[in-house]
């Protein structure tokens, strides 16, 4: 399945759950996700996370394939899977759902580019 671009958030603006993150947070988390990026276990599910600092299985719906900053713009690739939620993320997608995506309960974000 060909990666999507989510924009996630936006050095200095509130993201969906009002969270504003500096230019240095952001940079951080970018870097200490390249090993799980690399790895291809830094997973997102659908819906929002009920747990900090893991995700459940049964609710794993993407992979996270890349993570950039664009300017002052933290941009994810994500790969959709094909798990039950993977299905449904899709689907909502197909049909121009607005959608918010919450990735290792510290990033959010609703923009597909």
């Not at 993320?89 to 607005?98: A, E, G, H, V, Y």
Request: glycine share 8%; net charge neutral.
């Amino acid at each position: 399945m060909e990666p999507w671009l989510v924009k996630v958030c936006t050095v200095g603006q509130p993201d969906e759950t009002g969270y504003v993150f500096t230019l240095g947070q952001l940079t951080s988390i970018v870097n200490n996700a390249k090993e799980s990026i690399k790895n291809r276990n830094l997973m997102g599910e659908l819906g929002c996370p009920t747990s900090v600092g893991g995700v459940y299985f049964s609710k794993v719906s993407h992979l996270v394939v890349d993570l950039f900053l664009d300017n002052n713009d933290l941009i994810a690739q994500i790969e959709v899977i094909d798990t039950p939620c993977g299905r449904i993320l899709r689907k909502l997608k197909d049909t121009k759902t607005s959608l918010v995506f919450v990735m290792n309960v510290c990033l959010t974000g609703n923009n597909f580019k």
